[in-house]
């Protein structure tokens, strides 16, 4: 049996007015690096939304084409849209057995979508998932008390290379996005 590819680390900070997501590009096969710049953060409904994804990498790749899906469906409207999205991860026999978590964020909000089709509003407007979130979740909060002046944009980039710097499944490969 094959181990599958995961491992990953994704951080989300909305900070005076603006949103950045960034992850690294590592995913890991067992214990051995597979590729060092997988691209895990999107931008969607034409800027207006990102979504990054923590996981297996196929699994991962199901649930974003599914969560754009509901975004379609439902107009943008990421709230709703992550609901929705929950709501069959819960109850599909076939995403039930998927492994891999979604912060998605707009202007106005930021979504933690786990795998147990629970939706949460990070507390702080910072999240983080995967194998090194706690880190970068760390780095990103004592930036945003610490270091207000800096971007959105900032804090994310130096909350991953803290990470990256600790984690052994993340890797200084970023991939940024911002709103």
């Not at 979740?137 to 290379?161: F, I, N, P, T, W």
Request: charged share 20%.
């Amino acid at each position: 049996m094959q181990p599958k590819i995961h491992a990953t680390t994704v951080v989300g900070i909305r900070h005076n007015g603006h949103v950045a997501l960034a992850a690294d590009g590592q995913a890991t096969m067992g214990n051995t690096i597979a590729k060092s710049n997988v691209r895990k953060v999107r931008v969607l409904m034409g800027g207006k939304v990102l979504a990054g994804f923590a996981g297996s990498t196929a699994d991962a790749f199901t649930l974003i084409e599914r969560f754009e899906e509901k975004l379609n469906a439902y107009g943008g409207n990421l709230k709703r849209a992550a609901i929705e999205l929950a709501k069959d991860w819960r109850t599909d026999r076939y995403l039930r057995k998927l492994e891999a978590m979604l912060i998605v964020a707009s202007k106005d909000d930021m979504l933690l979508v786990s795998g147990t089709g629970d939706v949460i509003e990070p507390d702080n407007d910072v999240a983080a998932i995967g194998s090194g979130g706690m880190y970068a979740q760390s780095a990103a909060l004592a930036l945003k008390k610490h270091a207000a002046g800096l971007s959105a944009e900032e804090m994310v980039r130096e909350s991953m290379h803290i990470a990256a710097d600790v984690c052994i499944y993340t890797n200084h490969n970023l991939v940024v996005e911002t709103l």
